[in-house]
């Protein structure tokens, strides 16, 4: 297979848990694996040569940000966002279905348009169709791409999960079709059906018979509980087809991926990293700590002792707590950075123990340590 063509391979399984590796024209992706989030163009308060450092091996945009600022004009100008932003790692790029349902009081939702915006910047109108999704992405030039797609708020209503399967079936089948073919991009389907067994099997059918590179589950981590979620892909992941890979969309938590994990996801991003980072909360492996707390003022021990960027670690924890006290930016900087490191760094553990075939060991260890 020529080096730029996508291709996902499947290496080896620990029971449901799933070791594989991503090709990309930018490089190797090994699964499961944890995409930052850069919303914008950019993951929050750290430098991309510094993200390099966690071995983040892909990072996550997102369409809708991206078509409002800078614009697809600039994007092309810099022939995508990798040169625009200084990333010559793949990028996967959220289609904007986030975001009608996150800014649903700003859009509605037409059939055969798409979605309706008014710019939550100027209030400008702006129509997000499957095609116009599809061609921001390309301007972008994403390596994974995703399908338009309308994600409901938690409901058991089954008249509007079906109702958001027949848009997004639609809307996919759109998709692939202005995307034409290609073998160095690759477009995932995303399956919608809520927590509905049934629904969630009839939208996976679906996606599978139009055909992707790699398939989403869409619709979760939008407030049902860990258990719910759980249950949901241990009753459908098996639906998917097996050479593809599984992606589970805006989770997680650490105890969130290592369930997902042990039920055959390949595939994560979050915010929670960098978010928790500016608010002075940092991950480690003696757990979450929040740096906020005064039982850090005296405390002269470095962050992490396994965290091994030189940047985090010459600082203590009385420092940090410091700069947190004192609202400096250097504190959400170095505890985001740490925070990425620190999920990179769990990510790379989960891959060695499926590898070695303890995978439920790991996961019966760490499970509910960070809750």
Not at 321 to 333: F, N, R, Y
Request: net charge positive.
């Amino acid at each position: 297979m020529p080096k730029n063509e996508f291709s996902f391979e499947l290496i080896t399984q620990n029971e449901n848990a799933r070791l594989g590796r991503i090709t990309t024209s930018k490089g190797t992706v090994d699964t499961p694996a944890f995409m930052p989030v850069g919303t914008q163009g950019t993951i929050k308060g750290v430098f991309t040569d510094d993200l390099l450092k966690t071995k983040s091996e892909i990072i996550l945009g997102n369409t809708y940000h991206l078509l409002l600022r800078p614009g697809i004009e600039i994007l092309k100008k810099f022939n995508g966002l990798h040169n625009f932003m200084n990333w010559q790692k793949p990028i996967l790029t959220d289609s904007g279905g986030y975001q009608i349902m996150s800014l649903s009081k700003l859009n509605k939702i037409d059939k055969k348009i798409g979605a309706i915006f008014k710019s939550h910047l100027d209030g400008k109108k702006i129509i997000l169709s499957p095609e116009k999704s599809i061609q921001v992405q390309k301007a972008i030039n994403s390596d994974i791409l995703m399908v338009l797609d309308e994600c409901p708020k938690l409901t058991r209503d089954k008249k509007i999960l079906s109702n958001a399967i027949d848009v997004s079936t639609d809307w996919a089948k759109r998709c692939k079709i202005e995307l034409g073919n290609t073998k160095t991009k690759a477009l995932f389907g995303i399956a919608q059906g809520g927590l509905n067994k049934d629904l969630r099997i009839e939208s996976i059918n679906k996606l599978i018979e139009i055909g992707f590179n790699g398939y989403a589950m869409g619709g979760l981590a939008v407030g049902e509980n860990q258990e719910d979620m759980f249950k949901i892909l241990n009753e459908t992941l098996n639906y998917f087809p097996k050479n593809k890979p599984r992606y589970l969309m805006g989770v997680g938590t650490p105890s969130d991926i290592l369930g997902a994990v042990k039920e055959g996801i390949d595939m994560f991003d979050c915010v929670l990293p960098t978010r928790s980072g500016r608010t002075g909360l940092a991950f480690t492996w003696e757990g979450k700590l929040n740096l906020k707390n005064s039982k850090f003022k005296n405390d002269y021990s470095s962050l992490d002792e396994r965290c091994d960027i030189k940047e985090i670690n010459k600082y203590s924890k009385s420092y940090l707590h410091h700069l947190i006290k004192s609202d400096e930016m250097l504190a959400s900087m170095l505890i985001s950075l740490n925070n990425i490191y620190f999920y990179q760094q769990f990510m790379r553990e989960i891959r060695d123990n499926i590898k070695k075939g303890t995978y439920m060991n790991f996961y019966k260890k760490y499970i509910n340590f960070y809750d």
